[in-house]
């Protein structure tokens, strides 16, 4: 259920995946290719987010086409740009690609972000559970895990790392399915990194040349097709295991007292829903494991952390507005965040979900019909990104009045991501690290990928709780849910 990394610019590339018809019009400029492949063995398969962005400084143009084998893909590489084509022509921008590897084989096309446009079953399951009423009812679990990561941090600061990796993994879960045990964490976090591998531009040639997925795995160089094989059980085990166990704690705690999205899920449908109603209990069970398996997106949490080593000014300027409306007596709420008394806390959450994007290249949109940009013909799909800036700057998000300015677009949100950071500032400061000597320990902008998704290289910071917060994390562990 989530996709601007600082890339010389903090651009990111958008991806197009075009089938090519007969053009009455230039396309955008782009490198040759070879008769018959064309680009094929160009298209970057590592950190394609870079080599776009510089493709498109080389050739002067915010957009870029390639050819891959017949498919062309343009990188859109401003937001101009972007918010023309994705935004104010979305009537044909909004569609997906097959994905004949991720989508086809390893099967994650059943998850309706992968889906082409126009679907409406699943769309509308996650719109009704997710709208924000009724996704208040979640915020007792949010509450809890946060109280729990906060407790963690007072033992073993030195594993924040790993505490905030379990922070955002165990509350999705438990939202989506009402658990939160180390294997079905393990089985998440698994799946979802194949997703990112197999979501890669170029990383299979079978999403080129579709023809390829007939091919039989025991054939020399379809190695593809076992690893597809062996993707798709783990995606099928990371969905229908959790689930499995959300529909049996309905039976043990009763109908209505499972607080999960299952649980709700299979209540609405039940009593609201006579769409949903009428299919068969597979199928029923089929669309609520699709659409809770697309709530588990990336971890940017770590990215967090980096960023207030980095930026101690903006750290500094959060804990100040915190303390002034809690008075440093008390955990920053939701409420406080729905209210707008935390502007620049706001600012910083939106700030650092356009600077560290875990997806820089986000998920291929299909155009469906074709279209001319400013005299350049664009056949087919994209992607959304958003201003290229790379400082980190919550200011950009603020107006003269320190107040959230709404005429610029906010970054994709991630579920809860707001309360758990305010929370982590308003008790604990976040420093550099010093060596023997007392010398800081250089924190670089550095990340490491994994597929589509980014994360910072593992780095040290000394966290200290704020003087007087120890004894209120302990007196709020129950925590407030509103």
């Known amino acids: 259920m989530s996709l601007a990394l600082s890339v010389a610019g903090s651009v990111c590339a958008l991806i197009l995946v075009l089938y090519a018809r007969r053009r009455r019009v230039a396309y955008p400029p782009g490198p040759s290719g070879f008769p018959l492949i064309g680009n094929l063995f160009d ?9 776009y962005h510089n493709l498109s400084r080389q050739y002067h143009s915010p957009i870029i086409r390639l050819n891959a084998a017949g498919s062309t893909l343009i990188i859109i590489d401003t937001y101009e740009v972007a918010i023309e084509l994705l935004e104010k022509r979305s009537k044909i921008y909004s569609s997906r690609p097959k994905l004949p590897f991720a989508g086809q084989l390893m099967g994650w096309e059943s998850i309706f972000p992968l889906k082409p446009y126009g ?5 509308r399951l996650f719109s009704e559970m997710f709208n924000p009423r009724p996704v208040q009812r979640f915020r007792g679990i949010q509450t809890t895990k946060i109280n729990t990561f906060l407790k963690g941090l007072l033992r073993e600061p030195h594993e924040f790392a790993n505490g905030i990796r379990k922070l955002a993994t165990t509350t999705l879960l438990h939202i989506a399915y009402g658990v939160s045990d180390d294997e079905y964490i393990a089985l998440a976090e698994a799946a979802g990194d194949s997703l990112s591998q197999a979501l890669v531009p170029g990383a299979f040639l079978v999403d080129f040349i579709p023809l390829l997925r007939l091919v039989p795995s025991w054939m020399p160089g379809a190695g593809f097709q076992k690893k597809a094989k062996a993707w798709s059980q783990l995606r099928q085990e990371s969905h229908r295991r959790p689930f499995q166990v959300a529909k049996r704690l309905m ?11 299952v649980a709700h899920s299979l209540r609405y449908i039940a009593e609201s829903d006579k769409e949903l109603n009428v299919l068969s209990n597979g199928r029923k069970d089929q669309v609520i494991q699709d659409v809770a398996g697309a709530m588990f997106t990336g971890n940017i949490h770590q990215t967090f952390f980096m960023c207030m080593v980095l930026y101690p000014d903006v750290q500094r300027k959060a804990q100040a507005e915190i303390d002034a409306v809690t008075g440093g007596q008390r955990l920053p709420q939701f409420s406080d965040m729905d209210e707008g008394t935390l502007p620049y806390m706001t600012a910083v959450v939106m ?40 400082t980190y700057n919550p200011s950009r998000f603020l107006d003269s009045n320190g107040q959230l300015d709404k005429t610029i677009r906010s970054p994709d949100v991630v579920f809860g991501f707001g309360r758990r950071v305010a929370s982590t500032l308003a008790a604990y400061n976040i420093y550099q690290l010093r060596d ?25 910071c000394d966290i200290q709780v704020r003087r007087g917060w120890e004894d209120i994390i302990d007196s709020q562990a129950g925590g407030n849910t509103d």
């Open 43 to 51: 298209i970057p398969t590592v950190s394609p987010w870079f080599a």
């Open 251 to 261: 039976g043990t705690l009763g109908d209505k007292s499972a607080d999960s999205f």
């Open 119 to 123: 679907e409406r079953i699943h769309r």
């Open 351 to 390: 700030e650092l979900l356009r600077w560290g994007k875990i997806a820089p290249l986000g998920l291929p949109h299909l155009l469906e019909e074709d279209d001319v940009y400013e005299g350049r013909h664009i056949p087919k799909g994209s992607l959304e990104i958003y201003p290229n800036a790379n």
């Open 436 to 460: 023997e000597k007392g010398e800081a320990i250089l924190v670089e902008e550095k990340w490491s990928e994994s597929g589509t998704t980014l994360q910072p290289f593992p780095f040290q």
